[in-house]
């Protein structure tokens, strides 16, 4: 919970007494351009305007726990400084200025007032809906401090209204301030205490006792002061010489007991001599003893006493092991080496005098950094570098995570089913596990925000995921041609202009033949007619990615079959691109399709806009596309929430292709077909499935392989997927099959002779390609089926998106008396068997009988 106040540093300087007992219990509030220790916490406080974005995050890289800024700068920052790291600095004049994006996007706000009106911070705390600090003028007071923290709030006190002497008129105690809140439910007015280790992961050391006077000189002391209920005060160590350094002390969430986190010297916590009352420390913090024992006293000889000694011999070894955990393949291998590389990186901490409280003081530093490095790998320990796993013969890697080299052969692994066994075969026709219920639990939370806070979630989500700042999440048409205005950033090259028409026209022709227009009639008994009719999906969501892809070409293939079909109302989501604009390629597609809206968005936030609606994003009652995980989480999510009461058109895994090839394939059209789905990401599946190949053949289709990935422009997502994928040996175009059959593959392309007389084989593909001169990517554009197609072995119960994907089907029935007469008592006879009365009822009433 937030301390009951925090300390003001204006421009006169604080006695070093006064800063050390603040750093034990509270934050400083310091101006941007006051240089304070690094070892105090500090929040800048930004109340001029010549200071800007930069200079900002550069306080925080520097240590600064959260910045306080006002509305101008704060609007700069959301998306680039996180929600936790941010306070908005306001007056009461300008609380209704703030909007929901950064009422959302800023952990607090510190508050400036004349005076204190409680009922006045209690209706602001409701609409800000964060942390409250208020900045008052004049004297403070124990009594105020405590009436703020009891509705959430904290005072901001000026250091020098502040002492670690007695409270005065002018000042008070540090001690007093923090305890005005805290509320003793004991008959002895002492509160229940847990002293924790410090450098040691916050491990409980015991349970004692404190009085007021005893945490005030704590506070002030910097020393461990407790109250024992027999003996009174208990200055901790004073006899035995186990004392205790203060560094912080915390109240509860109910304000009626402490936690003192503290360093413990000597022997330990507990009388029995051990560093904690409920027993030895282990793992880490017991290691960190040890190694500090051994350096102390350890045998003249001995391995611990060498390595400490012989930097060599330690520097080798932390060499050794880092480079044995960066080959460890199974869990229970990197688990081992792991723990060996921290023994002797902990062992060179303890020989230079630092321990794990370092450690986790150079985290924490590091967690509070906004800006970040690229991460590369130095270039002597890249992949090819001197120093790389490449560099020395290394252990087997296994298929399911490869380590690439640049300069080894792009290809493939060769699996021959004649000579596999049984559980092999089954791993074969595994994709990736797809951890769904992890993904869900991850995007539930922004799901659930956009929910309930439509556009401005959605705004402030794409300013933190996509880094674009946007007015409105929606366009609306004409979406072509563009305005003068912004004719720049829409230009359409002629082009591609021209290539979309034409797919249009084709994708069209073919969804439009698919179209269920005549009603299906049919007389099951005289007198007794049923038909069934297909209608429209009224309102459908068509998700276009925009990742490592402009992907106009699945605008076209959701939105022709919704246009066909009758939609009342399309809406396509795609992420912004960085200036805010959606590309122009799929705003012509958007205007070709006749779509009403066009929400600025991706991820989850997008699927959850168009299961819910927003203000200004419709709510649809079918949502279809591809995307990644998030995506797909979310809708899986949504469709079964019977509030958004939406359904999806199929899960979606990587893309998929799976090519059967026979010795009279052309090797290069082959390995065109594999590089063009191992392009689209490093998680695609590809498979070769060989009919009897030669081995001169595969070895030309592995040659072709290679030498087109390295001339693609993606090839550093090719080679790592085509390192993933299978070369699956059979003997004839029957095994082949039956293979494919069980695979269920996104598309099948056939390179066989007489490739068109084995269609009729094919039980589960989402698409197939037929013969030599029908690439796959064909399908993709503009030969007119769909590319929106069951990925993951969901071939088996899913079909492609298609026309009827955007229609539902209704049944009627039409009964005449005399049909009546002949069906009504087989209907009364089983509902009578179900012992549903009324049911019966409504037949036998008709009937007279």
């Known amino acids: 919970m937030a301390p009951p106040f925090l300390a003001l540093l204006d421009s006169e300087p604080a006695e070093d007494g006064v800063l050390h007992a603040l750093s034990r219990v509270t934050s400083l509030v310091v101006k941007s351009n006051q240089a304070v220790p690094n070892h105090l916490s500090r929040y800048i406080l930004v109340d001029d305007a010549s200071v800007d974005r930069d200079q900002v995050i550069a306080a925080l890289d520097d240590g600064a726990e959260k910045a306080i800024v006002p509305l101008t700068l704060a609007k700069k920052l959301v998306g680039i400084v996180p929600a936790s790291r941010l306070f908005l600095l ?78 005065s008129q002018t000042q008070i105690h540090i001690g007093d301030a923090f305890l005005a809140p805290l509320i003793s439910d004991r008959s002895d007015g002492l509160f229940p205490t847990v002293i924790t280790s410090h450098p040691e992961g916050g491990k409980a050391l015991g349970l004692v006792y404190s009085s007021r006077e005893s945490v005030k000189e704590s506070i002030v002391s910097g020393k461990g002061v407790y109250q024992s209920r027999k003996h009174g005060m208990w200055r901790k160590g004073e006899t035995s010489g186990a004392t205790q350094d203060v560094i912080q002390i915390r109240m509860d969430c109910d304000s009626d007991s402490l936690e003192f986190r503290v360093v413990q010297h000597g022997a330990g916590f507990c009388h029995l001599n051990r ?31 060498r390595l400490f000694k012989d930097n060599m011999l330690l520097r080798a070894k932390i060499m050794e092991e880092a480079d044995e955990l960066c080959r460890a393949e199974s869990k229970e291998e990197i688990v081992f080496e792991a723990s060996d590389l921290i023994y002797f990186t902990l062992t060179r901490c303890v020989a230079a005098g630092a321990g794990m409280g370092d450690i986790e003081q150079a985290l924490n530093r590091k967690a509070r950094k906004i800006t970040r490095r690229p991460g590369n790998a130095k270039p002597q320990w890249a992949p090819g570098g001197e120093n790389s796993l490449q560099a020395t013969p290394q252990k087997p890697i296994v298929a399911d995570s490869p380590v690439v080299d640049a300069d080894e052969p792009i290809c493939m692994r060769t699996v021959d089913l004649a000579t596999t066994a049984q559980e092999e075969k089954k791993r074969l026709l595994k994709r990736p596990v797809l951890r769904s219920d992890e993904m869900i639990a991850k995007v539930k939370p922004i799901v659930d925000d956009v929910r309930e806070r439509g556009d401005a979630a959605l705004l402030y989500l794409t300013a933190k995921f996509d880094k674009v700042q946007l007015e409105a999440p929606v366009l609306l048409p004409p979406f072509y041609p563009p305005p003068s205005s912004a004719a720049g950033k829409y230009q359409l090259d002629h082009a591609v202009k021209d290539a979309i028409d034409i797919a249009y026209a084709n994708v069209r022709k073919f969804h439009a033949a698919q179209i269920d227009g005549k009603a299906l009639v049919v007389e099951t008994t005289p007198g007794v007619t049923c038909s069934r009719f297909a209608r429209p999906i009224a309102r459908v969501g068509l998700y276009v990615p925009g990742g490592t892809a402009i992907l106009p070409s699945t605008a076209l293939m959701l939105g022709v079959p919704a246009q066909v079909a009758g939609c009342e109302q399309i809406v396509i989501a795609t992420p912004p691109r960085p200036d805010g604009s959606i590309s122009p390629e799929v705003l012509y597609v958007a205007h070709l399709v006749g779509a009403h809206a066009v929400l600025r968005a991706g991820g989850a936030q997008a699927v959850s806009a168009l299961a819910y609606g927003t203000q200004t994003c419709p709510k649809v009652d079918k949502i279809f596309g591809p995307g990644n995980q998030w995506v797909t989480a979310a809708k899986m999510l949504v469709q079964n929430d019977t509030e958004a009461l939406v359904s999806i058109d199929m899960p979606a895994g990587p893309s998929e292709v799976l090519v059967i090839a026979d010795d009279g394939s052309h090797p290069a059209f082959v390995a065109a077909d594999l590089l063009s789905q191992a392009e689209h990401g490093v998680d695609s599946q590809v498979v070769l499935v060989g009919v009897a190949l030669s081995d001169a053949k595969l070895a030309a289709m592995e040659a072709e392989v290679d030498k087109q990935a390295r001339a693609l422009s993606r090839v550093d997502i090719v080679r790592e997927s085509i390192s993933r994928s299978l070369i699956i040996k059979t003997q004839n175009p029957e095994e082949a099959l039956q293979f494919s059959n069980e695979y269920a593959p996104e598309h099948l392309i056939l390179h066989l002779r007489d490739a068109s007389t084995l269609v009729d084989r094919v039980k589960n593909a989402g698409s197939v390609f037929v013969g030599p001169y029908t690439p796959e990517s064909c399908g993709d554009y503009a030969s007119g089926t769909n590319h929106t197609l069951p990925t993951n072995g969901y071939a088996r119960q899913f079909s492609g998106v298609n026309t009827q994907s955007f229609q539902k089907h209704i049944t009627s029935q039409e009964i005449t008396k005399e049909g009546l007469e002949k069906l009504g008592p087989v209907v009364a006879t089983l509902a009578d068997c179900e012992g549903l009365q009324a049911h019966a009822n409504a037949v036998r009433i008709r009937l007279g009988i």
């Open 90 to 167: 306001l007056d009461t004049a300008n609380v209704s200025a703030v909007p929901d994006l950064l009422r959302h996007a800023v952990c607090g706000v510190l508050l400036k007032m004349l005076g204190v009106d409680i009922d006045l911070i209690q209706s602001i705390s409701t609409f800000v809906g964060s942390t409250i600090y208020v900045l008052p003028t004049g004297n403070p007071s124990t009594s105020l401090i405590a009436k703020l923290a009891a509705i959430g709030a904290s005072l901001v006190i000026p250091v020098q209204q502040l002492t670690t002497d007695a409270t």
């Open 275 to 305: 560093p904690s009352c409920f027993g030895d420390v282990d793992g880490l913090s017991a290691l960190e003893r040890t190694l500090k024992a051994r350096l102390a006293d350890a045998p003249e000889g001995s391995y611990t006493s």
